[in-house]
């Protein structure tokens, strides 16, 4: 990535932040997802609105978000960059007004060994991925 659209990401990133600190002084709703699994109102609105920026910043590339589902099947289209977006990582912190939650992104290039559920899963696992971004509010 360039320089000017690494900075745009992080101002991105921050302002989602920003924009979910604020939203949980205003309320919450929260919705179940599966047993022990929550959503909130926030992570619903960071998702679309995380997809319409990194869709518009990268119409080439596959993006793939937690609270949409359908949008897992780009995992399959054959992209050769995804951004795995994780709007709230750690709602069940942001729902209990602790502070140990972020906004997540992950760049994902798919390499020539063409294996994408691989190369998804050791870049989720390890860690110390450097195009990992998590920029805490």
Not at 14 to 25: E, F, I, L
Not at 29 to 45: H, I, L, R, S, Y
Not at 51 to 59: D, K, V
Not at 71 to 96: A, N
Request: glycine share 6%.
């Amino acid at each position: 990535l360039d320089k000017d659209l690494e900075i745009k990401i992080r101002s991105l990133l921050r302002s989602c932040g920003q924009q979910a600190k604020q939203m949980a002084t205003e309320g919450l709703q929260v919705f179940q997802k599966g047993p022990g699994d929550f959503v909130t109102n926030v992570d619903q609105m960071l998702d679309r609105q995380l997809t319409a920026e990194f869709s518009a910043l990268f119409p080439q590339d596959g993006v793939i978000t937690e609270e949409n589902a359908v949008s897992r099947q780009r995992f399959q289209e054959g992209y050769s960059r995804l951004w795995c977006i994780d709007p709230l990582d750690g709602t069940d912190d942001f729902i209990h007004r602790q502070k140990d939650y972020a906004v997540m992104v992950l760049e994902a290039k798919i390499g020539a060994c063409g294996k994408r559920s691989e190369i998804w899963l050791l870049s989720r696992l390890r860690s110390v991925n450097p195009n990992l971004l998590a920029i805490k509010p």
